[in-house]
C-alpha cells in the first residue's frame, strides 16, 4: 500500500501546521479534532487510509504520539496561504529530488504539487472507499491517448485554492505563473483524441459520476518537435525527467500479460493459453479532481516490465549482457513510445502489444474489483449491471476478445453467457470516417502474437456470418457475396466449413428448382422421334474402364458458384477488421457530431446500420470550460461571471447565452477588446521566447493549430497566404495597407514521424514564414509563424488571443473537432467549411458570425468523380499560386513533389484527393469577407461575444451527460 500511515498524516496536516509561524494557530492545532470544510463536508477523526485498489487497509483511531507531539491538524481541505506556505516548505525540505540549499522555480514547482497532491489524495480515497461501500456501477474509458497538459493550475482551480496558493508562493518568492510553467506536459497523446478523453474525466468528476480512465504510461510520448532549416525534426520527449507528482505508483497493483504461446484443451475441457512471452503490467495512479465538488476519479496508466526471476543471472555473469537484459527491454520497450512507426512487421508487432496490454491489465483490474465488490458467489450475470465500458476509437477493441477469454477460460461461463455479458458491458466511440484509419491487423501476426484471441474472434465471426445469412438469406449470392464483404471481421479469409456446406446446399436446392421449372417449361421431346444421326456410337475410348486412380472427385456446378463467389483472392492481404469487431462485439455505436454520425450510419457502418439501427447513436464532442475558460482566459472569465451574475456558467454553460442580450453594449465591448489584447499581449510574449520573431499586437491573430494531415488542409492555409504575399508584392505600399488587414498567421501541431507528405507541409509552412517574416516591404502587415511542439501549454496560450481561427478540412473527413469549440468558446470567430462539429457551432453562433466556404459533403465523391474523368477546370488564381511555389522564391527546396499531388486526374500522391483546388476559389473570397469584417472592429466584436454565448452546447458535461444516460446507464453519486 502507498499511502502508509505516516505518510498518510503528512498527506493530511503535518503539511499544515508544522511549520506555521502563527503561536495561536500552533496552539489550536495541538489538538486533532474535527474539521469543517463547508460545502465539502468535514473528515471525520477515524480516519481511512487505504489502497484504491487493494483490499488492505488501516485504521487510524487516533494519530501517533509522535505526531500527537508534533501538534498535527487534520485540515487539509481548507488551507488558508500561511498553511499553504508550511506545506510546500515541507515538501521543498524532504523532496529528495532537489538539492537542499536551492529553492529555484523548478523545485517550488515539485514541492507545490506534491502539497496540492496530499489534498486530492485524500478526496481520492473517500471517493474511492464511497464507490466501494454503494458498490456503484462505474465507467471506465479506455483509451490509448490522455492528453491532459500541465496540472497544477487546474487541480488547483478545481479545488477551488488559486488564490491561496498564489499568495503562498509569493510569501516564499515566487509567482504562481512562473511555477506552473515549470510543469511539462504529461506526453500521453497527440491530438483531439487524447484531450476529448481527458475533458471527459474532468466532466465525470465534476458531476460526479463514478468511473475510471485507463492509459498507459509512456515513457517518451510521441516525440518532441524540433523545427529546423530540414523542416521538422523529432527526438525523444523527457516529461518524466524530473519525475512526474501526480502519479502514484502502485506496486500492489500488478497483472499478468502473456504473449505468443499455444492454446491447449485444459481441464474440463476448458482452452488453455500456455507458453510463450509473459510480462507484467504495474499501475501508476493520476488523481483526477472535480469541480467544487470531492469526487475526485482516477487514470490508471500501465507500464510494463518482467518479475526478476526472468533476469538471466547465468547469461549476465556468462558476460552476455545483452542476452540477460533481453526480455526486460522486450517488455520495457512496449510503453515507451505512442504510436511507434508502423511501416515494419517489428513496428506493427509492438503496437499490437501495446493495445493488448491496455485492453488486457485493465479487464483484469475492472474485474478483480467486481468480484471484491460482489463477495462470494460471484453473480456474473450482473457484471453489466456495474460495468460499463466505452472504447475510445479502434485502440481498444481486443476488449472483446480478452473479456471472452476472461470469462470463459478463468472463470468457466459457457460461450453463450460470455458472450451476452460482452456485448451489453461494451460500447464503442467512432472517430474517423478515413478507411486507413479505421485498424486491420494481419491475421499472421494476430495469430501468432494472440493465438487465443484470434480463435475466439473466429468463433465471432462464424456466428456473426450465420446472423448475415440469417438476414439476407442464400438463395442471391451476389447480395451475400457484398454483405459480407462489408461486413465480416475476417477480410480476405475463407469461409467456414459449416458456412460453405451451408450455401452449396442452398445452391443446389436453387439449382434443382431451376432445372424443374425448365422441364415444366419445355415441350415434350418424347413426342418427336430420335434419328439415327442423334444415336450416339460407343468407341474405345467410351468403352476404356477408367482407373479408380486416375478419378478426379467431382465439383458440382453449386460448388463451383459457391466458391468463385465466395474465393478469397490471393494477392490481397488477409486482415482483422477491428472496427467491425467493434460494431458486432458492442450494444452501441456512436459518431462524435451529428454530420459525422450520419456519415457512419449512411457510409462507413450502412450494412450494420441496416441491421441494427437501434445500437447507433451521436455523441457531439465537448470540452471542459474550466480548463478552456476559467484557467486558461482568467480575464474574460471574469468578464462572463461579471456580465452574467455569477461564475455558475462554468458547469451551468447554458448561462452563456445570457451574453446575447448584451451583444450591443458598448460597455461590454470594451471590456471585451480589453481582455483580448490583453491575451494578445502574451501570444506576442510567448511567440518572441518560442521562435524569435516579433509581431504586433495590433494585427489580426489568424491560428492553425491541430495535428498535421492532408485531410485537415494546412496546406489550403498556406497557399492562401502565398497568393496574400504574391498580390501584396505586386501593390504600392499604399494599396497594400488599403487592401489588407495586418495578419499574423500561426501554425502549430505534429506530423507523424513517417507521414512524408505531412512533413513536407510543414516544411513548406517554415520556409514560406521565413521568406515573408525579412521581406522588408511587407513588414508587420503580414507575419507567418510555425511554433514549435504544440501541445495543450500551447494551445492554452494561443486560444484566449486568436480572433481568427481555421477549421478547413475537406467537408465530410473530419469527425468532430475539439479546437473548434475552445476558440468559439473563447470568443474567436471560426473560418471553415462545414464539416464535422462546424455544423453545429454554426447553427448556434448564427450564420453571419461563421465564415463559410467550400464544397459540401455530400458533393465531396461527385466532385472526385468528375476529375477522375478529367472534368475538374483549375481556377487562373490556384495555378498562379503554384506556378509562384516553383520559381523558388522560398528557398531552395524543391516542392515539385508536394504542387504535384494537387495536379492530375488520378494516381496515389496526385489527383488532389483533399479538393485544395476546388475550394481554393471559395477560401480566397471567404478570407476578403474575413478582411472587411475585421475593419469594423464594432461589428467584429459583436461577432466574438456572440460566438462565446453560443458555445454553450459545446461542454464536455452535456456530452458526459449524454453518455451516462443513452450508454453507460450510470447515475451520479454525491459524496456526503
Known amino acids: 500500500m502507498e499511502v502508509s500511515a505516516f505518510s498518510a498524516w503528512h498527506s493530511t496536516s503535518l503539511l499544515f501546521s508544522t511549520f506555521s509561524s502563527d503561536p495561536e494557530r500552533s496552539k489550536r492545532n495541538l489538538v486533532f479534532r474535527k474539521s469543517s470544510v463547508g460545502s465539502r463536508g468535514y473528515v471525520r477523526r477515524c480516519f481511512f487510509v487505504k489502497s484504491v485498489a487493494g483490499e488492505r487497509q488501516q485504521k487510524l483511531e487516533d494519530p501517533p504520539p509522535a505526531i500527537q507531539e508534533q501538534g498535527i491538524v487534520l485540515d487539509a481541505l481548507s488551507p488558508d496561504s500561511a498553511s499553504v506556505a508550511s506545506s510546500i516548505k515541507y515538501h521543498a525540505e524532504f523532496n529528495p529530488l532537489f538539492s537542499p540549499e536551492v529553492f529555484n522555480p523548478a523545485k517550488a514547482y515539485y514541492a507545490t504539487a506534491e502539497s496540492v497532491r496530499d489534498m486530492l489524495i485524500i478526496n481520492w480515497n473517500v471517493t474511492n472507499e464511497y464507490y466501494e461501500k454503494l458498490n456503484v456501477k462505474q465507467a471506465y474509458y479506455l483509451s490509448m491517448e490522455f492528453l491532459q497538459g500541465r496540472a497544477l493550475l487546474n487541480a488547483i482551480g478545481n479545488l477551488e485554492l488559486t488564490g491561496a496558493y498564489a499568495e503562498a508562493l509569493k510569501k516564499l518568492g515566487h509567482d504562481l505563473e512562473d511555477v506552473a510553467r515549470q510543469e511539462p506536459d504529461a506526453a500521453l497523446g497527440n491530438g483531439g483524441l487524447g484531450r476529448l478523453a481527458s475533458c471527459f474525466l474532468d466532466s465525470m468528476a465534476t458531476l460526479n459520476y463514478p468511473g475510471w480512465g485507463y492509459g498507459l504510461r509512456y515513457r517518451y510520448g510521441l516525440f518532441k518537435q524540433l523545427i529546423t532549416k530540414d523542416g521538422q525534426e523529432e527526438v525523444a520527449e523527457n516529461w518524466l525527467e524530473m519525475g512526474y507528482p501526480w502519479e502514484i505508483v502502485r506496486n500492489d497493483v500488478i497483472y499478468p500479460i502473456k504473449f505468443y504461446g499455444k492454446v491447449i484443451e485444459g481441464r474440463e475441457g476448458r482452452k488453455e493459453w500456455v507458453g510463450g512471452e509473459d510480462i507484467i503490467a504495474i499501475a501508476y495512479d493520476v488523481p483526477i479532481p472535480g469541480y467544487k465538488t470531492k469526487t475526485t476519479l482516477n487514470l490508471r496508466l500501465w507500464s510494463t516490465k518482467v518479475a526478476s526471476e526472468v533476469f538471466d543471472l547465468h547469461a549476465f555473469n556468462a558476460g552476455d549482457h545483452a542476452k540477460a537484459y533481453e526480455a526486460l527491454k522486450r517488455a520495457e520497450k512496449i510503453c515507451y513510445v505512442l504510436y511507434?512507426?508502423?511501416?515494419?512487421?517489428?513496428?506493427?508487432?509492438?503496437?499490437?502489444?501495446?493495445?493488448?496490454?491496455?485492453?488486457?491489465?485493465?479487464?483484469?483490474?475492472?474485474?478483480?474489483?467486481?468480484?471484491?465488490?460482489?463477495?462470494?458467489?460471484?453473480?456474473?450475470?450482473?457484471?453489466?449491471?456495474?460495468?460499463?465500458?466505452?472504447?475510445?476509437?479502434?485502440?481498444?477493441?481486443?476488449?472483446?476478445?480478452?473479456?471472452?477469454?476472461?470469462?470463459?477460460d478463468v472463470k468457466g461461463l459457457n460461450w453463450e453467457e460470455g458472450w451476452n455479458i460482452t456485448q451489453r458491458t461494451v460500447a464503442y466511440t467512432n472517430h474517423t470516417v478515413l478507411p486507413e484509419a479505421l485498424e486491420k491487423w494481419d491475421v499472421n501476426l494476430m495469430q501468432q502474437l494472440l493465438p487465443r484471441h484470434f480463435e475466439i474472434i473466429r468463433k465471432i465471426e462464424e456466428e456473426f456470418i450465420d446472423t448475415i445469412i440469417a438476414e439476407y438469406?442464400?438463395?442471391?449470392?451476389?447480395?451475400?457475396?457484398?454483405?459480407?464483404?462489408?461486413?465480416?471481421?475476417?477480410?480476405?479469409?475463407?469461409?467456414?466449413?459449416?458456412?460453405?456446406?451451408?450455401?452449396?446446399?442452398?445452391?443446389?436446392?436453387?439449382?434443382?428448382?431451376?432445372?424443374?421449372?425448365?422441364?415444366?417449361?419445355?415441350?415434350?421431346?418424347?413426342?418427336?422421334?430420335?434419328?439415327?444421326?442423334?444415336?450416339?456410337?460407343?468407341?474405345?475410348?467410351?468403352?476404356?474402364?477408367?482407373?479408380?486412380?486416375?478419378?478426379?472427385?467431382?465439383?458440382?456446378?453449386?460448388?463451383?458458384?459457391?466458391?468463385?463467389?465466395?474465393?478469397?483472392?490471393?494477392?490481397?492481404?488477409?486482415?482483422?477488421?477491428?472496427?467491425?469487431?467493434?460494431?458486432?462485439?458492442?450494444?452501441?455505436?456512436?459518431?462524435?457530431?451529428?454530420?459525422?454520425?450520419?456519415?457512419?450510419?449512411?457510409?462507413?457502418?450502412?450494412?450494420?446500420?441496416?441491421?441494427?439501427?437501434?445500437?447507433?447513436?451521436?455523441?457531439?464532442?465537448?470540452v471542459t470550460p474550466r480548463r478552456w475558460m476559467s484557467f486558461c482566459n482568467p480575464e474574460l472569465s471574469k468578464i462572463i461571471t461579471k456580465w452574467t451574475g455569477s461564475d455558475d456558467w462554468l458547469i451551468n454553460t447554458e448561462k452563456l447565452a445570457e451574453l446575447r442580450k448584451f451583444a450591443d453594449n458598448e460597455e461590454l465591448h470594451s471590456e471585451w477588446k480589453e481582455a483580448k489584447r490583453n491575451?494578445?499581449?502574451?501570444?506576442?510574449?510567448?511567440?518572441?521566447?518560442?521562435?524569435?520573431?516579433?509581431?504586433?499586437?495590433?494585427?489580426?491573430?489568424?491560428?492553425?493549430?491541430?495535428?498535421?494531415?492532408?485531410?485537415?488542409?494546412?496546406?489550403?492555409?498556406?497557399?492562401?497566404?502565398?497568393?496574400?504575399?504574391?498580390?501584396?508584392?505586386?501593390?504600392?505600399?499604399?494599396?497594400?495597407?488599403?487592401?489588407?488587414?495586418?495578419?499574423?498567421?500561426?501554425?502549430?501541431?505534429?506530423?507523424?514521424?513517417?507521414?512524408?507528405?505531412?512533413?513536407?507541409?510543414?516544411?513548406?509552412?517554415?520556409?514560406?514564414?521565413?521568406?515573408?517574416?525579412?521581406?522588408?516591404?511587407?513588414?508587420?502587415?503580414?507575419?507567418?509563424?510555425?511554433?514549435?511542439?504544440?501541445?495543450?501549454?500551447?494551445?492554452?496560450?494561443?486560444?484566449?488571443?486568436s480572433e481568427l481561427s481555421q477549421h478547413i478540412s475537406t467537408a465530410g473527413m473530419e469527425a468532430s473537432g475539439t479546437s473548434n469549440m475552445k476558440f468559439s468558446m473563447n470568443g474567436c470567430i471560426l473560418i471553415g467549411t462545414l464539416d464535422g462539429a462546424n455544423v453545429e457551432i454554426r447553427q448556434e453562433v448564427g450564420e453571419d458570425n461563421f465564415f463559410l466556404f467550400g464544397a459540401r459533403a455530400e458533393e465531396i465523391a461527385g466532385l472526385r468523380q468528375e476529375r477522375s474523368k478529367g472534368k475538374f477546370v483549375p481556377d487562373p488564381r490556384f495555378e498562379e499560386v503554384k506556378a509562384f511555389v516553383r520559381t523558388g522564391v522560398f528557398g531552395p527546396y524543391n516542392y515539385n513533389e508536394l504542387m504535384g499531388s494537387l495536379e492530375g486526374n488520378e494516381g496515389y500522391g496526385r489527383a488532389d484527393y483533399f479538393l485544395v483546388g476546388k475550394d481554393f476559389p471559395s477560401y480566397i473570397r471567404c478570407q476578403e469577407k474575413v478582411d472587411n469584417a475585421y475593419k469594423d472592429q464594432k461589428k467584429w466584436t459583436k461577432m466574438s461575444i456572440l460566438n462565446t454565448a453560443g458555445s454553450f452546447k459545446f461542454s464536455s458535461d452535456r456530452t458526459i451527460n449524454e453518455y451516462a444516460r443513452d450508454i453507460w446507464k450510470i447515475e451520479p453519486v454525491v459524496l456526503p
Open 340 to 408: 511507434p512507426g508502423d511501416e515494419s512487421y517489428e513496428g506493427k508487432t509492438l503496437r499490437l502489444k501495446q493495445q493488448y496490454t491496455l485492453c488486457s491489465a485493465s479487464l483484469q483490474d475492472i474485474i478483480t474489483r467486481f468480484e471484491r465488490r460482489s463477495g462470494e458467489p460471484v453473480k456474473w450475470e450482473n457484471f453489466p449491471e456495474k460495468v460499463a465500458l466505452q472504447m475510445n476509437d479502434t485502440h481498444p477493441t481486443l476488449c472483446i476478445p480478452e473479456l471472452m477469454r476472461i470469462l470463459i
Open 473 to 622: 438469406g442464400t438463395e442471391d449470392l451476389d447480395l451475400l457475396q457484398k454483405k459480407l464483404k462489408q461486413m465480416r471481421i475476417l477480410d480476405n479469409i475463407e469461409l467456414p466449413s459449416s458456412v460453405l456446406k451451408l450455401l452449396i446446399k442452398s445452391q443446389e436446392i436453387v439449382l434443382a428448382k431451376t432445372v424443374k421449372e425448365d422441364k415444366d417449361s419445355e415441350p415434350d421431346k418424347m413426342a418427336k422421334p430420335i434419328s439415327k444421326d442423334e444415336v450416339k456410337k460407343p468407341n474405345d475410348k467410351d468403352t476404356k474402364k477408367p482407373n479408380d486412380k486416375d478419378k478426379k472427385p467431382e465439383i458440382s456446378k453449386a460448388e463451383k458458384k459457391v466458391k468463385l463467389t465466395f474465393e478469397p483472392n490471393p494477392k490481397q492481404p488477409q486482415l482483422v477488421r477491428m472496427a467491425n469487431l467493434c460494431v458486432v462485439g458492442g450494444h452501441a455505436v456512436n459518431g462524435v457530431a451529428e454530420i459525422h454520425s450520419d456519415i457512419v450510419k449512411k457510409e462507413v457502418f450502412n450494412d450494420f446500420y441496416q441491421l441494427w439501427p437501434e445500437k447507433f447513436q451521436n455523441k457531439t464532442n465537448g
Open 679 to 801: 491575451n494578445k499581449k502574451k501570444v506576442a510574449s510567448f511567440l518572441k521566447e518560442k521562435t524569435g520573431y516579433v509581431v504586433s499586437p495590433d494585427a489580426m491573430f489568424d491560428v492553425q493549430i491541430k495535428r498535421i494531415h492532408e485531410y485537415k488542409r494546412q496546406l489550403l492555409n498556406i497557399l492562401g497566404i502565398v497568393y496574400r504575399y504574391k498580390k501584396m508584392k505586386e501593390m504600392s505600399r499604399q494599396e497594400r495597407e488599403e487592401k489588407f488587414v495586418p495578419r499574423v498567421c500561426i501554425f502549430g501541431g505534429k506530423a507523424f514521424a513517417t507521414y512524408v507528405q505531412a512533413k513536407r507541409i510543414v516544411k513548406f509552412i517554415t520556409d514560406v514564414g521565413s521568406t515573408i517574416n525579412h521581406d522588408p516591404e511587407i513588414g508587420d502587415l503580414l507575419k507567418v509563424i510555425f511554433v514549435p511542439d504544440y501541445n495543450v501549454s500551447v494551445a492554452e496560450v494561443l486560444i484566449p488571443g
